[in-house]
Each structure stands twice: as structure tokens, then as C-alpha cells.
């Protein structure tokens, strides 16, 4: 199958979820002052530490580096996590049906569609739990990334690409997640085993994507850096005694862009590559077999929608059940005395 990137359509496809790329920027700058606030609580402790001891200094602001990114992952976890699904329930909806809801009414329509169809925010998580750990195994079991990278003698080039693919796997998780978007079959631990069945059958466009889509997230990040660094550059020049708040100021704020405007964008590729490249195509079972032979993630993912099943089913059951037969001597249709 041969790769295609989705960069031009993807530009065009933020483009026209622009209100949620405005909440998402938000959002950000808000994260981001607060990040502020905590490098200067932080940087205050560090410096009253470092009249004691100099190393006393250092270390805490290493570690407030370290907290820095706790923080993030813990408000990702929960409020950017689902601001991210909102999100890409809007851009699926553009993809198949190539048209969306109108400007007013995205975010609000994307947060609807969530929540209808993961009635509870721990069902989602767990999805997202397992289909990580799947994809890592596939990715891990038989992606060739050779097949990625054609050039000869590239070996310590595929070691690296290995690596980035690690990071890449948020991308591809996502977008498998979003087929529940598609199909309102009410099983969504079915629709995510589906889902990942289908990565393993043509996971080569939708790898290279999700790597090519994360390079280049850092590359933009470096790019952010520039454009934020020069003007910083040139205050600290002018004001020396801010050039280390300066340079937080100036990493914090690039981080940021990357977060709410890179990722969007590697997001919206990697949805365009995975639902375009599965198109028209059904769940193989030789795939379902290898995926169970090599991830406990996968097998308990196939368990959970069985489960799912059996439940449903159960209680249709339940509900369908005709009323006890009446006694000898009592009419279906009157009460027993007494």
C-alpha cells in the first residue's frame, strides 16, 4: 500500500474547525500562565535555597522542570483529553461526510457526540488504555519500518524512528477511537476492536503519517521557539535582569503552541490517513488471531466487548420475557385475589 500525506488536507481540515482551534489556544494560554506563576513560586524558593547552597538551587529547579511536565499530564488527562476527543469528533464528521456543524455549534456538538457515545468518561479511558497498549504491540510484533524508510544501510535511522513511534502511538489511538464516531453500533468495546484490526491491516500509511506528523510537531516547536525567541532576544538585551524569566517565558509559550496547535494538526493528518486508508475494508480474523497471540491489551479489549455483548443481550431478554402464565382458574386478564 503505498503512503500518502494528508499535510495539505489537514491544514484544511483545522481550518475548518477553527472554534475548537481557538478553545484549544485558550485553553493553552491559560496552562500556560499558570506554568508561569509556578516557575516564579518555584524560582523564589530556588534562590532563597541557593544562598545557603548554590546545588540546593539547581536542584529544585531541575525538579520544577520535572512538575512541570506532571502538570501537563495531569490536566491533559483530564480536561485536555477530552477536549482533544471533542475535537476529532468534529474533524470525523468533516472527513465523511464533508461537511461538519456550523462555526457556533462545533464545540458544543463535538462535547454531544462524546458524550452520547461513551456514556461514562472512565469507559473512554479505558478504551484508550487498551488500544495504546495494542498498538504498541503491533507496532512493536510486525511493523516493518524498514518499509518506511528504503534507504540502504538506514538501520540507526529505523532505531530512531522506533523510537519516535513510541510518541506517535496518542495519534493513532485517537483516530481508531473515533470510528465510534462513525459507527452507532452501541457495543463502542467492539467498535475499538474493530478499529485496531483494521490498523494492522494497513498500518503502513497510517504509521508513517503519525511518525512523519510527530517529527514534525518538533520541528514547529523549534520554529515556535524562533519566532518567540527573537523579540525575547532583544528585551533581554535591553533588560538583563529578565533574560531567565524571559527564556521560561519563551520555552513555556512554544510548548504551548505545540501543544494546542501542532497537535491538532498531527492529529487531523493521522485521522484523515487512518480513516481513508480503512475505507470499505472489514475486520480480517487472521489479523484478530496475531493481535491476540502478542498483546494482553488486545485480548482483554476483545473480552470487554464480549462482555458487552453478553450484557446487552441479557437484557433484551429481560425485557422481552412474557408474564408467568396464570394459575388454573385464574383469567390472563384479572388480578390473583387477595
Not at 483545522?14 to 481557538?22: C, E, I, M, S
Not at 452520547?116 to 487498551?130: A, C, H, N, P
Not at 497510517?206 to 515556535?224: D, K, P, Q, R, W
Not at 524571559?246 to 493521522?270: E, H, N, P, Q, R
Amino acid at each position: 500500500m503505498d503512503v500518502k500525506f494528508y499535510l495539505g488536507e489537514a491544514v484544511k481540515l483545522v481550518l475548518k474547525t477553527t472554534p475548537f482551534l481557538w478553545v484549544r489556544i485558550g485553553s493553552y494560554a491559560v496552562l500556560g500562565v499558570g506554568l508561569l506563576f509556578y516557575f516564579a513560586l518555584i524560582g523564589g524558593i530556588a534562590w532563597l535555597l541557593a544562598q545557603l547552597w548554590n546545588v540546593l538551587g539547581i536542584i529544585v529547579i531541575i525538579a520544577a522542570f520535572g512538575g512541570a511536565f506532571g502538570i501537563v499530564r495531569w490536566v491533559t488527562r483530564y480536561y485536555f483529553y477530552l477536549l482533544k476527543a471533542a475535537h476529532a469528533a468534529v474533524m470525523t464528521e468533516v472527513i465523511l461526510t464533508g461537511s461538519g456543524p456550523d462555526d457556533a455549534s462545533q464545540v458544543q456538538y463535538g462535547k454531544e457526540r462524546v458524550q452520547t457515545r461513551f456514556k461514562e468518561t472512565s469507559v473512554m479511558f479505558g478504551i484508550d488504555r487498551l488500544l495504546e497498549g495494542t498498538v504498541r504491540s503491533f507496532n512493536r510484533s510486525f511493523a516493518r519500518l524498514m518499509n518506511l524508510l528504503p534507504i540502504p544501510g538506514a538501520d540507526s535511522l529505523v532505531q530512531f524512528v522506533r523510537r519516535v513511534s513510541r510518541f506517535s502511538t496518542t495519534y493513532i489511538d485517537e483516530a481508531i477511537l473515533t470510528r465510534a464516531y462513525r459507527d452507532d453500533d452501541a457495543n463502542v468495546w467492539a467498535v475499538a476492536r474493530d478499529g485496531v484490526i483494521l490498523y494492522a491491516q494497513c498500518w503502513k500509511p497510517i504509521l508513517a503519517n503519525a511518525v512523519a506528523l510527530t517529527l514534525l510537531s518538533y520541528v514547529e516547536f523549534l520554529l515556535f521557539l524562533v519566532i518567540l525567541g527573537l523579540p525575547a532576544v532583544l528585551i533581554g538585551v535591553a533588560l538583563p535582569s529578565v533574560k531567565i524569566a524571559l527564556g521560561i517565558a519563551v520555552l513555556v509559550g512554544a510548548w504551548m503552541l505545540k501543544l494546542a496547535v501542532a497537535d491538532a494538526f498531527s492529529l487531523a493528518a493521522t485521522l484523515l490517513a487512518y480513516h481513508r486508508s480503512t475505507e470499505g475494508m472489514t475486520p480480517d480474523p487472521t489479523w484478530q488471531a496475531r493481535l491476540e497471540e502478542v498483546s494482553d491489551q488486545f485480548r482483554e479489549l476483545k473480552r470487554k466487548a464480549m462482555e458487552h455483548m453478553s450484557g446487552a443481550k441479557s437484557s433484551d431478554e429481560e425485557t422481552a420475557s412474557p408474564a408467568p402464565a396464570p394459575t388454573d382458574g385464574q383469567s390472563a386478564s384479572q388480578p390473583p385475589d387477595g
